[in-house]
């Protein structure tokens, strides 16, 4: 089993920063193998991608925060990170971490229990 624990959300005004953190209940040689992502459900929407980071990171972002959000790891501290700058209403939203783990042949996924990230306007 992996835990996963977000934090760092919070209320913050357009045009504001925040830095979300997951740190993981596993080493850091084992976390170093995790693919790893932060996903954003807004009230009344699906769950989507905001950024991913994988175990060679590489990184990857959804259309609506390119430019303005930026993932990064810390494997020495089973830790991820999403440094989400110029703010907008519409970031509002639950944001999740997640680690795709590896198992064998396949990939199993975990999640975090979310942090509410509030922007106003």
């Known amino acids: 089993q992996v835990q996963l624990v977000e934090s760092g959300g919070g209320l913050v005004q357009a045009g504001g920063s925040l830095r979300l953190s997951c740190v993981a209940s596993?080493?850091?040689?084992?976390?170093?193998?995790?693919?790893m992502g932060w996903y954003r459900q807004a009230p009344g929407k699906r769950r989507e991608l905001a950024a991913i980071i994988s175990s060679r990171y590489s990184t990857n972002y959804a259309d609506s925060v390119k430019g303005r959000f930026s993932v990064s790891r810390d494997n020495t501290k089973s830790t991820v990170y999403l440094q989400m700058n110029s703010l907008k209403p519409e970031d509002t939203a639950v944001y999740y971490c997640?680690?795709?783990?590896?198992?064998?042949?396949?990939?199993?996924?975990?999640w975090g229990q979310g942090t509410q990230v509030t922007v106003s306007s």
């Open positions: 596993v080493s850091g040689d084992i976390f170093s193998s995790f693919d």
């Open positions: 997640s680690a795709e783990v590896p198992r064998g042949w396949r990939q199993e996924t975990y």
